[in-house]
């Protein structure tokens, strides 16, 4: 009973050490069922289930205020547009039906070739085990922030102090979003 | 422990996705979507070096690109729905006015 235990503890200490890969994984695959998903209702939910995924990366990377963020903009409020937009516009009438553009097989073989010139470009970075950094603070550097426990008041200490001009910037543009999709979206009345 | 290679390999192949979407799709809906998908890959390398170099600049600038993002949804969609209404149709490649 004790060693079935420590297996149990063993197990549940090694998913906790890789809890930024499980999720990312899980992000990458809901990516992809968005992209070969026939029924766009379908494509939506996986984009849910990625976004939530990627809310649980930023988690694991210590970002707390980012990942509820990206949970309430991206679940709450996106996903919800999307679905709306999906629901209002009737995709089974459309006389042709097929999923996948004409210039797919190019598309794909350039993708391809940029995932490959990726990976040769960064080959030494991948396979080389020395060059593994682990993502740990260095201590003299978050003493004055304190990243990891208070991650709101760090991110608004940085974003009011050092960023205030893209912060109001990011305001217009809200705005100048607002008013487009309004004028966008209205019945014209001619 | 997340080492720095996981975090890129992880952003990576979200972006690659996204791309790859961006190009085979026809629906208008799924390609925004996939360019969500790609904001999202930046904002975890961002995250990822905010706590790499230990400032909150990175997180900062996430923040923002989720404003933005935000944005670009509206506006996307409304031209969607604008696009329904007068041309009947989402499909990108049924857009052809300019093809000579």
């Not at chain 2, 390398?45 to 905010?50: Q, R, S, T």
């Amino acid at each position: 009973m004790d060693q079935f235990l420590s297996y149990i503890n063993q197990f549940f200490s090694y998913i906790g050490q890789h809890l930024f890969l499980i999720f990312g994984l899980l992000a990458v695959i809901s990516a992809a069922f968005l992209v070969f998903a026939k029924n766009a209702v379908h494509s939506v939910l996986t984009f849910l289930a990625a976004m939530i995924c990627i809310a649980a990366c930023y988690l694991t990377l210590q970002s707390e205020f980012l990942a509820v963020a990206q949970l309430l903009i991206y679940a709450g409020g996106i996903v919800v547009l999307f679905l709306f937009v999906v629901m209002l516009v009737e995709l089974s009438k459309f006389k042709e039906n097929r999923l996948f553009q004409k210039q797919t097989p190019y598309a794909v073989v350039i993708v391809m070739a940029g995932v490959g010139g990726f990976m040769w470009m960064f080959r030494r970075l991948i396979f080389d085990s020395s060059a593994s950094i682990p993502l740990t603070l260095s201590p003299e550097l978050s003493e004055g922030l304190n990243v990891a426990n208070q991650n709101a008041q760090s991110v608004s200490r940085g974003l009011f102090t050092g960023y205030l001009l893209p912060f109001e910037t990011m305001s217009v543009i809200l705005l100048i979003a607002l008013i487009g999709a309004i004028v966008l979206a209205k019945q014209s009345r001619a | 422990m997340v080492s720095m290679n996981t975090v890129l390999f992880i952003s990576f192949a979200l972006f690659s996705i996204g791309v790859l979407g961006v190009l085979i799709r026809r629906n208008a809906l799924i390609i925004l979507m996939c360019v969500e998908l790609m904001l999202n890959a930046a904002n975890i390398n961002l995250i990822a070096f905010a706590r790499h170099s230990g400032t909150v600049a990175g997180q900062a600038f996430a923040l923002l690109v989720m404003g933005l993002a935000a944005a670009e949804v509206a506006i996307g969609l409304a031209l969607v729905v604008a696009l329904y209404r007068k041309k009947d149709t989402v499909q990108v490649d049924d857009i052809n006015l300019l093809k000579g």
